[in-house]
């Protein structure tokens, strides 16, 4: 008996998860055929009743008059219901009497099952510019108060199979070495199994903006804004939030994508959009890049000093043009590095005597 239970619970564990077609029929030859039943059934009914008036207890009149009112005022109205339209990058997730019906794809015009209701949990909810909810707003119809949506009309409930864009509200977090920053990414995403997305969590928008807060919280708390004294390149194999966007970009999509799977979502791209100090240190690390840029920039010159100061004495030595002794060296080489090095146009001084 609990085994029983078991494959029971596990078949339906995977009608969730795999997503099932639904069985359709062409749209438009059903709403033709139905239109044209229901006209002849009106008119059986007309002539059923007809009959009746005559004062004829005709049993066959009887059966015309129940089954044409049976469809002309009740099936053939229903079946109005079944009638779904879909554009291109739509689908509906169908539900019959609770249970997971299949998904309706592709454009067209189709005629499901009356009794097959669409589900979409999200239908009311945007994630296009981080908001979670749309403000509603109501209309008032009349002396009865009846209401409506004017935000979105009836409900719509295709599931978009578009690719779309998540952009959520500005974060403050800490990176690796502690400094609250402040980041914003953009996310790339699509659906890519209805029956996931609908029926594996609550509101697939809801769930998929809270996943990539979380994410970027632990990308974030691993990497440094950046590398001290590395100017604009990576020190070895040590990668930065600012000098490493490539890297963190692919880390934060595959942090994402591993969340998310379970809703049926497929998270094609993840950028960093925003990304600088929190205000209240902003000026303290703007005064410490500039140190570093200063720093970086006098080691350059020292180097290419010391280069120059090697060869102007490798050129003197190779012509011979002068024989200088060590103590001489050492002058000439402490000249050349102050000119060189100097943050000012050196000022030229003429020896006009002996060079000793």
């Given at each position: 008996?609990?085994?029983?239970?078991?494959?029971?619970?596990?078949?339906?564990?995977?009608?969730?998860?795999?997503?099932?077609?639904?069985?359709?029929?062409?749209?438009?030859?059903?709403?033709?055929?139905?239109?044209?039943?229901?006209?002849?059934?009106?008119?059986?009914?007309?002539?059923?009743?007809?009959?009746?008036?005559?004062?004829?207890?005709?049993?066959?009149?009887?059966?015309?008059?129940?089954?044409?009112?049976?469809?002309?005022?009740?099936?053939?109205?229903?079946?109005?219901?079944?009638?779904?339209?879909?554009?291109?990058?739509?689908?509906?997730?169908?539900?019959?009497?609770?249970?997971?019906?299949?998904?309706?794809?592709?454009?067209?015009?189709?005629?499901?099952?009356?009794?097959?209701?669409?589900?979409?949990?999200?239908?009311?909810?945007?994630?296009?510019?981080?908001?979670?909810?749309?403000?509603?707003?109501?209309?008032?119809?009349?002396?009865?108060?009846?209401?409506?949506?004017?935000?979105?009309?009836?409900?719509?409930?295709?599931?978009?199979?578009?690719?779309?864009?998540?952009?959520?509200?500005?974060?403050?977090?800490?990176?690796?070495?502690?400094?609250?920053?402040?980041?914003?990414?953009?996310?790339?995403?699509?659906?890519?199994?209805?029956?996931?997305?609908?029926?594996?969590?609550?509101?697939?928008?809801?769930?998929?903006?809270?996943?990539?807060?979380?994410?970027?919280?632990?990308?974030?708390?691993?990497?440094?804004?950046?590398?001290?004294?590395?100017?604009?390149?990576?020190?070895?194999?040590?990668?930065?939030?600012?000098?490493?966007?490539?890297?963190?970009?692919?880390?934060?999509?595959?942090?994402?994508?591993?969340?998310?799977?379970?809703?049926?979502?497929?998270?094609?791209?993840?950028?960093?959009?925003?990304?600088?100090?929190?205000?209240?240190?902003?000026?303290?690390?703007?005064?410490?890049?500039?140190?570093?840029?200063?720093?970086?920039?006098?080691q350059m010159i020292v180097d290419g000093a010391v280069?120059?100061?090697?060869?102007?004495?490798?050129?003197?030595?190779?012509?011979?043009?002068?024989?200088?002794?060590?103590?001489?060296?050492?002058?000439?080489?402490?000249?050349?590095?102050?000119?060189?090095?100097?943050?000012?146009?050196?000022?030229?001084?003429?020896?006009?005597?002996?060079?000793?």
């Amino acid at each position: 008996m609990n085994e029983t239970k078991m494959n029971v619970a596990k078949a339906e564990n995977k009608q969730i998860n795999e997503e099932l077609r639904a069985k359709s029929l062409p749209g438009m030859p059903c709403l033709i055929l139905n239109i044209t039943l229901i006209l002849g059934f009106i008119a059986l009914f007309i002539w059923s009743v007809v009959v009746l008036d005559g004062g004829g207890a005709d049993p066959l009149a009887i059966t015309a008059v129940i089954v044409s009112s049976l469809y002309a005022f009740f099936i053939g109205p229903m079946l109005f219901v079944g009638l779904k339209v879909l554009g291109p990058n739509e689908a509906y997730v169908l539900t019959f009497f609770g249970k997971y019906y299949g998904t309706l794809r592709g454009a067209g015009f189709f005629q499901v099952n009356p009794f097959a209701m669409p589900v979409n949990p999200a239908c009311d909810t945007s994630v296009q510019t981080g908001n979670t909810g749309v403000p509603e707003q109501t209309v008032k119809l009349g002396a009865t108060g009846l209401s409506l949506n004017a935000a979105t009309g009836l409900k719509n409930k295709r599931l978009s199979l578009k690719a779309m864009t998540l952009s959520n509200d500005m974060q403050k977090i800490n990176d690796q070495r502690g400094n609250p920053i402040i980041i914003g990414i953009v996310v790339i995403w699509k659906v890519v199994n209805t029956a996931q997305a609908v029926f594996n969590v609550d509101n697939y928008k809801d769930f998929l903006s809270i996943q990539c807060d979380a994410a970027l919280r632990n990308i974030v708390r691993l990497y440094p804004y950046d590398i001290a004294g590395s100017g604009s390149t990576e020190q070895g194999d040590e990668k930065s939030l600012r000098g490493s966007s490539d890297e963190i970009a692919a880390c934060l999509r595959d942090a994402i994508q591993e969340k998310v799977g379970v809703a049926g979502l497929e998270i094609s791209e993840a950028r960093i959009t925003n990304l600088s100090y929190a205000p209240e240190i902003a000026a303290a690390m703007l005064q410490r890049q500039q140190a570093s840029a200063v720093v970086d920039a006098r080691q350059m010159i020292v180097d290419g000093a010391v280069g120059m100061v090697e060869m102007a004495l490798a050129r003197l030595g190779d012509s011979d043009i002068v024989k200088l002794d060590e103590e001489r060296k050492a002058a000439m080489v402490s000249n050349l590095l102050v000119v060189l090095c100097g943050n000012r146009d050196a000022q030229p001084i003429v020896n006009s005597g002996s060079l000793y």
